[in-house]
């Protein structure tokens, strides 16, 4: 591996006759697996990198444990007071990194980094220049405002996305922006404070007007809001209608090109010069200061420039708005501007705002936000995928796949799918159309609420849970059918008689890692202590709650006793309440239309069950983690009898689904299943086998 000097001269240009190499999957988690396996199960031993966040890299003792990290690591670099930034070099130095066959993760980068008193995070980023192989989460490789605050270029390379069935929600994310009042505010702030004691006065102003012009449309009474609930109204536009409504804020095609544009391009120099000093400095060695007791001078120095937060918040508006004024594509037809208004906290009857002494608004119950939501995720694909040399996208699930190249808005001339790499015998799969009572499992809308219909799944999963050692994952469509069935269960016995058999878990809600990594570490637990028998009670393993679309249905290693079935109810639809869901689908059958109902288009009612039946064999892969395991699928619901119905799941699993008469039937079949596969593992253990 390269000396610093080496390191600071690996520009891309030094290596642009072979294809760089962009590997994308959805979690960090993720990216580790597939770095172990070219670490592992290859030969090749390029020069590798990881991108990844100031989560998984950052070792500073107080920064990493802030929720705020980004944040304050910019605060600790502005005032050059990171002891492990400021050594950076002492990791692109150390003698392990010029090892030629060894490839890197990010464990091993943090490891380093404490041993060396260095920072794993910009090392990983410096790497990056020399780098033939580049690992990151695919949201890094997707997203343009992160590609340019990394300074990616995808220019002739080689991009492989695993995971890749998110890959329309995730571009579909990428073209869109939103922003609440709260934090327009603040950017407002900080352009003011910029204004006042920064350099490139003129460029800060003219986004400044732009911006206190967005605010103030957006909390005026002259909005009309046409669609209304109890906490939450809302009213949006789109094609001609949405450029009238910016041309009234100033914003047009003409004052985006020769004004906005350039002013902010002068803003993101500006703030880059600056940054980019304080970074050099991390690499190049500069000794960091003490804290001291007066900050003033560092103060005055951070307002010198856009943060980085601001910096990039900036940088989404802008890049919404270059494609909604893109002058070779008629983007506009594929976004929707939207106001949003929701009720504030009960506590908080009356929104107190603050005036930042130019304007002046009202105080407020609402909330107020403004989104501009992308409804085409084609246009996201192919402004990635516009300049490499190829794309390769895999996953377990991308199926159906016309509608997955539908949406992207191209074509794939090499396809594949596969086949599980596991025997027939070593999976059971099947639908539950009725329970021990036999009443009819369909769980639609109307039914869910049927006291009957949650009794009659409670016995169903009994039955299952008693059949099935070790763990068991059972998928509900959301939080509010789970907490639904969790509360009957619980008055009519149904939780008593599965805690006899299982340690009961639920998926929790919302993004903390730590909650999310405790409970799955105890899931973990007890399925340990039933295979070394230590459990000191009756149970044979545990249950876990979740909800299709959730972190437990992607990217979690459930192998082996860790998941020996998964359960589904229902078919998870998105919400049809959802303003987002209806505006797609009102989208997708105005595109199908205007084209004629070409084959190419998917209509509204076509993308919106892709994307049910798309959760529910991410949902699926969770059991099957490899060649040796076994496992049982077990969907509960009627509809699955239907063939139609049934062609939309993965091509393994209809391949193996096989139809029960009854429950008891299936029950039995499950029985002998697992029975089989129990004395199976037994044998290969056994020495004399």
């Not at 690992?135 to 995808?154: C, E, G, H, S, W």
């Not at 006291?451 to 299952?464: F, K, M, N």
């Not at 599965?498 to 973990?524: C, H, M, T, W």
């Not at 709650?545 to 589904?568: L, P």
Request: glycine letters at 6%; charged letters at 25%.
């Amino acid at each position: 591996m390269a000396s610093l000097e080496e390191t600071n001269s690996l520009k891309f240009d030094t290596y642009k006759k072979v294809p760089r190499i962009f590997i994308g999957s959805r979690t960090h988690k993720q990216i580790a697996q597939l770095v172990s396996e070219l670490k592992f199960n290859t030969r090749y031993r390029p020069r590798v990198t990881v991108l990844g966040s100031r989560d998984h890299l950052c070792i500073h003792p107080k920064v990493s444990k802030s929720n705020t990290k980004a944040d304050d690591c910019t605060k600790l670099l502005d005032e050059n007071k990171c002891s492990f930034g400021t050594k950076t070099h002492a990791i692109l130095t150390h003698p392990s990194l010029k090892t030629t066959n060894r490839v890197w993760d990010i464990e091993d980068m943090v490891q380093l980094g404490k041993k060396v008193k260095g920072c794993p995070y910009y090392a990983a980023r410096k790497l990056y220049e020399g780098a033939e192989v580049i690992f990151a989460p695919y949201n890094y490789i997707i997203d343009p405002v992160i590609r340019k605050v990394l300074d990616i270029n995808l220019k002739n390379s080689i991009i492989i996305l695993d995971e890749a069935h998110n890959i329309e929600d995730a571009s579909r994310s990428a073209g869109s922006f939103e922003i609440d009042e709260d934090s327009l505010q603040a950017l407002l702030k900080e352009f003011g404070l910029v204004i006042k004691f920064g350099g490139q006065k003129e460029a800060h102003k003219q986004i400044e007007l732009i911006l206190e012009q967005l605010y103030i449309l957006m909390l005026s009474d002259e909005i009309k809001y046409v669609i209304k609930d109890y906490e939450q109204q809302a009213c949006h536009w789109a094609g001609q209608e949405m450029i009238q409504k910016l041309s009234r804020v100033n914003i047009t095609t003409n004052t985006f090109t020769s004004i906005i544009l350039p002013a902010f391009k002068i803003v993101s120099n500006h703030a880059d010069m600056i940054r980019k000093e304080l970074e050099n400095k991390t690499v190049n060695h500069i000794d960091y200061e003490e804290p001291g007791e007066d900050d003033s001078e560092v103060k005055i120095h951070r307002i010198k420039c856009l943060s980085v937060n601001s910096l990039n918040i900036l940088q989404g508006l802008i890049t919404i708005l270059g494609f909604i004024f893109d002058p070779e594509h008629n983007y506009s037809k594929d976004y929707q501007m939207v106001f949003l208004k929701t009720m504030a906290g009960r506590s908080n009857t009356s929104k107190k705002r603050k005036n930042n002494g130019k304007t002046s608004v009202p105080d407020s119950p609402w909330t107020h936000k403004l989104a501009f939501w992308c409804l085409n995720p084609a246009i996201l694909f192919n402004n990635m995928i516009e300049d490499t040399h190829s794309v390769i996208l895999t996953s377990g699930t991308l199926s159906p796949l016309n509608t997955f190249a539908a949406e992207l808005g191209t074509s794939f001339p090499g396809e594949l799918e596969a086949n599980h790499v596991i025997k027939p015998s070593q999976v059971w799969i099947s639908a539950i159309p009725q329970g021990p009572t036999g009443v009819s499992l369909k769980g639609v809308y109307n039914n869910i609420g049927s006291l009957q219909y949650q009794d009659e799944v409670g016995a169903t999963l009994c039955g299952l849970v008693e059949t099935v050692p070790y763990g068991v994952l059972c998928f509900m469509p959301s939080y509010k059918v789970l907490d639904l069935m969790l509360n009957r269960w619980s008055l009519t016995g149904t939780l008593d008689r599965l805690k006899q058999k299982k340690l009961i878990f639920s998926e929790p809600r919302g993004s903390d890692k730590k909650e999310f990594e405790a409970v799955l570490n105890s899931y973990y637990g007890k399925i340990n202590s039933i295979q070394t028998g230590s459990n000191e009670n009756e149970q044979d393993g545990a249950l876990m709650f979740a909800v299709f679309r959730g972190k437990v249905s992607e990217g979690i290693d459930f192998s082996d006793n860790y998941c020996r079935a998964v359960v589904t109810l229902g078919i998870p639809f998105p919400s049809f309440k959802s303003l987002e869901t209806n505006l797609k689908r009102e989208y997708n059958n105005r595109i199908k239309s205007e084209s004629n109902n070409s084959q190419n288009v998917l209509s509204g009612n076509d993308w919106y069950t892709a994307q049910a039946y798309r959760a529910i064999n991410q949902a699926l892969g969770r059991c099957i983690r490899h060649k040796n395991d076994w496992g049982a699928i077990v969907l509960i619901d009627e509809r699955f009898r239907n063939q139609e119905t049934l062609d939309k799941l993965s091509k393994w699993v209809k391949k193996g689904f096989r139809s029960q008469a009854n429950f008891p039937i299936a029950i039995n079949s499950l029985k002998e299943f697992v029975d089989r596969q129990l004395e199976n593992t037994r044998q290969n253990r056994s020495p004399h086998a």
